[in-house]
């Protein structure tokens, strides 16, 4: 059995009185892609960000690649392979393409300027990489449609070379079209070998994608399914009315079934 | 309010006033003044010891208290007005001249209706720009400010006007006087206004909606309250309180001068945050604001008044004791009033929201500190820019049209229009090689100012202390040569210092404090100007060293002076046209430049002012680039005011005044968005030159063609270059980011295709 690329176990941690994790466990292999599902104050958000380094966790252990990890802040997740794309894309309007896909670490020539040719040619091969029709690298990113918005985080995220991308809501803001282009690019991450987990509440889109499913439930895990054996019907009992019993693993879950 | 002093755990629950009314906070200022009182008795028995002096401050009290009950619903709305004391100015000058004898002689009552009248009409105008017209507060009442100023200034020609004889019949005037129960009418007009401000915002329906408004603006919108409506109500609340206020002092002085409410808007504000209101909204209460009123009127008397001292002279060798008052020199109070406007910004979020007193108290006994309610301060939330012109290149654009795809085109293409302009109305005097000098130097000052400002704008902040930090450093500089017998070498340093200080504090109060950068470097605009006046005491100094005095001079001069003149030619004839200042602001700029369009800092002040959230997620230290930018800004405005005293020979305590309107208005007419993330160097370089080419154009002695010439009066000036600011900040938000024409005309569109396929 391989190694999972990010391992997470008894992951415990509170706001003041406010139990937001009890003791959750999640697993991720290399490139699989990985749907985390919940209702509204589940602890799905919570969970990416004490992944991700921008919350401490109180108790619990993460791994990636086996190693055991102690980020402290987003930028230390960032070397390790991990990246997460926001809600609301996290771009600057005012800037293009081309530096957007490079903010805050724009190629330099003579070690004081910023080597302009060769940011635009790499933000092109990054784009291209990803398949994704943005016009050009020189238009403003304010001036592009919510999808391509969206496209250009991707391309910034994957221009870090990751083994993970967490997506926080992807097509929370984005059209039928656009939700469909994005789906596609999720694939051609997969087939290169990027890991994923999608944070989402439209199951649809998991299980179009999807390889496996996560439930939470206030703050506990409720269950793992594979996506081929499971339909959405029971992922939505699970989430409704899971308990730690229902949790499983997506093995034993399949097992069950069987 | 977390200073809540009621007794504790009263044995039965008794109905109490409403928080929204009163509470702790006013508790707590009561002391506070009759503390601050004792103290000026005790300094200063002679003045403060008399019930004149009690009479004094409430009536004081009276005029700066009704303007802080319009001020709170403006503040309470989330939005400032900073017009307010240039409203009061421009009313009592307009009923002056509409009643005074020696103008339109007019009875009281139609004077003082035309005045509440203009009252609205400010306070509508305000509340549009801000409102309607989205202009960001401070931006617009700043530029009405100083179009106020202008006006008073040009209405009254820089004289008094006085109707003593003739306001004895009238018995408007009784508003001013003592009645018979012995004190101010004023104090009666303003708890009349205290009362009804208070339970209008505590109590009633429009109340509500204002805290509404201030606190979540779209929340409000989505719960079907007219957020607009609600705010250009603040406004006209203010201005109109404002106009009531210049009733009252002509009513109490018969007669006004152009110096009339200068500065008020400074007590005002600070009235109101001292009386508990939030900067950022959503809290305030009047009967707050009206103690804040009167505990600022009282530090400013108490400052004002002095204390006094016995000083020993020596008259021909005999020492006698005389005594004296030591005071402040005229126009250093306002530094203190500027910090504690600071202070009191600073209180609410520092203070109370992360119980400052309480974990003090905590650790001092060794207990387990209660946690901090909120981290965060009272940063105020940037708007999100939106853009629809785009980048030339990302359309494909080259040549000319690529020209006019730049944010600064319209700017660059202007400065060439207004220099055609001046070429055609004075053909004989416009190109020569004078002009062309003068021209230069002109364009130094604001160049200068404009080019840190771009970094500040950019960054989606903004500096509104240049001016008064060209006068600190300048005075600084006179200061250290003059008074302190300093070489020039020492007075550069020292005032370079200074200014950068002031960009230091700036930096600092606004990124390790949270406050928004337009409160702090107000704060910084009194300040450093209070500093400047305190430093010269009030007077103009000159004659300093002439090599100091240099580097106001051409190159010439300078060459001469190190005995390297050229000798005749062309290099003679350049060495005369160009200034060391000149020179000086080009290599300046150049380096600017540089380091804003090339390298990765500058992309740093673009992805800042563009996102900063988005910009401090990829790894930008987005504090640290706020806080340079406006140290240097601080520092472009220090070398400018070196170079003032240097050009002048003399420094005078107004140095620099109006400047920032200048620097801001370059910055934004040369493509730079006041929401931040645009600007360059090279636009803002023109818009400083379309600047200096207006108010020279302005100045400009035309000749008509029956022989005869005209100049545009210089009192009316401020009135132009705030309407070129308006103008500037409103063809920014409107044709650059919005495009509305483009949304007006799809609307006319849609409207008319609606309008034929309802005829079918």
Known sequence: MTTPIVEMRGIVKSFGAVHALKGVDLHLMPGEILGLVGDNSAGKSTLMKVLTGAYHRDAGEVLVNGAPTHFRSPHESRDVGIEMIYQDFALCGNMDVGQNIFLGRWPKRYGLFVDRPRMYEEARKVLDRLKVDVNSVFQKVESLSGGRQQSVAIARAISFEPQVIVFDEPTANLSVMATERLLETMAELKRQGVAQIIISHRLTDIFEVGDRIMVLKRGENVGDRYIRHTSEKEVLELIVSGTRETALTADEALQQAA | ?760
């Open chain 2, 1 to 760: 309010m977390a200073l809540d002093v009621t007794a504790a755990s009263p044995p039965q629950p008794r109905p109490h006033l409403p928080a929204q009314l009163v509470a702790g906070w006013e508790a707590g200022l009561l002391a506070f003044m009759a503390l601050l009182y004792l103290a000026g008795v005790f300094i200063n028995p002679a003045f403060f010891g008399s019930t004149d002096a009690v009479s004094a401050v409430l009536r004081d009290t009276a005029r700066f208290g009704v303007m802080a009950v319009g001020m709170t619903f403006v503040i309470v709305n989330r939005d400032l007005d900073l017009s307010v004391g240039s409203t009061l100015g421009l009313t009592a000058v307009v009923f002056s001249i509409l009643f005074g004898p020696t103008h339109l002689d007019l009875g009281a009552w139609p004077a003082a209706l035309v005045c509440l009248g203009l009252g609205l009409g400010i306070g509508l105008l305000n509340g549009a720009l801000v409102a309607v017209l989205r202009v960001p507060p401070f931006i617009a009442t700043l530029t009405m400010l100083f179009i106020g100023r202008g006006l008073v200034l040009g209405l009254t020609g820089g004289k008094t006007i006085g109707y003593e004889a003739k306001a004895r019949d009238y018995v408007f005037f009784a508003f001013g006087e003592t009645n018979s129960i012995g004190f101010n009418n004023q104090i009666l007009v303003f708890l009349v206004f205290a009362v009804v401000g208070a339970v209008v915002l505590a109590k009633t329906r429009a109340g509500y909606e204002t805290y509404a408004t201030g606190g979540n603006e779209q929340a409000a919108q989505y719960a079907g309250i007219a957020t607009r409506g609600v705010r250009i109500r603040g406004f006209v609340l203010s201005s109109l309180c404002a106009a009531i206020a210049g009733l009252m002092n002509v009513a109490q002085d018969k007669g006004v001068t152009s110096q009339y409410g200068q500065g008020a808007e400074l007590i005002v504000i600070a009235a109101v945050i001292v009386g508990g209101a939030s900067i950022v909204g959503g809290r305030g209460r009047v009967v707050g604001a009206c103690m804040g009123a009167a505990l600022v009127v009282l530090i400013d008397k108490v400052l004002r008044e002095g204390v006094p001292i016995t000083r020993v002279i020596d008259v021909g060798g005999v020492k006698m004791e005389v005594a004296a008052l030591a005071q402040l020199p005229p126009g250093a109070v306002p530094a203190f009033l500027g910090l504690i406007l600071l202070a009191a910004v600073l209180i609410e979020p520092w203070v109370v929201r992360r119980n400052l007193l309480g974990r003090l108290k905590a650790r001092l006994l060794g207990q387990e500190p209660p946690p901090a309610l909120e981290v965060g301060g009272a940063a105020i939330v940037g708007v999100q820019t939106k853009g629809a012109v785009s980048e030339a290149r990302g359309v494909g654009a080259r040549g000319l049209r690529a020209f006019l795809h730049r944010r600064d085109a319209a700017a660059i293409l202007l400065m060439a229009a207004l220099w055609l302009t001046g070429l055609w109305l004075r053909p004989d005097f416009w190109g020569s090689l004078d002009n062309s000098f003068n021209l230069l130097l002109a364009f130094t000052e604001i160049g200068l100012l404009a080019v840190g400002l771009t970094f500040v704008i950019a960054n989606g902040d903004i500096d509104l202390s240049v001016g008064s930090v060209l006068a600190f450093s300048g005075a600084t500089a006179a200061f250290v040569m003059k008074e302190m017998g300093g070489d020039p070498g020492a007075a550069i340093l020292l005032a370079f210092l200074a200014g950068t200080l002031c960009g230091v504090v700036n930096g600092w109060l606004t990124t390790r404090l949270g406050l928004p950068a337009f409160v702090a470097t107000l704060g910084m605009f009194y300040i450093a100007r209070g500093l400047a006046a305190w430093l010269v005491a009030g007077r103009q100094l000159s004659g300093f060293p002439e090599s100091y005095n240099l580097i106001g001079r051409n190159l010439f001069e300078l060459l001469n002076a190190m005995g390297m003149a050229p000798a005749d030619g062309f290099a003679l004839a350049l060495a005369r046209a160009v200034s060391v200042q000149t020179i000086f602001l080009a290599v300046v700029a150049i380096a600017a430049g540089i380091v804003l369009g090339a390298m990765p800092f500058g992309q740093k002040v673009y992805a800042t002012g563009g996102n900063e959230r988005a910009a401090s997620y990829s790894g930008i230290d987005t504090a640290r680039v706020r806080f340079l930018s406006l140290v240097f800004s601080a520092m472009c405005a220090a070398a400018a005011g070196v170079i003032y005293v240097a050009y002048y020979r003399s420094f005078n305590p107004a140095a620099g005044l109006l400047r920032e309107l200048d620097a801001i208005a370059s910055v934004i007419i040369g493509g730079g968005s006041i929401f931040g993330g645009y600007g360059t160097i090279i636009g803002s370089l023109a818009g400083a030159a379309v600047i200096t080419l207006i108010r020279s154009l302005l100045s400009l002695q035309i000749i008509l063609p029956d022989g005869s010439s005209f100049v545009m009066p210089q009192h009316w000036m401020n009135v132009f270059i705030g309407l070129i600011l308006i103008a500037a900040v409103l063809g920014d938000i409107w044709f650059r980011q919005q495009d509305i024409l483009g949304e007006w005309r799809r609307r006319w569109q849609a409207r008319a295709q609606a309008k034929l396929s309802e005829a079918r």
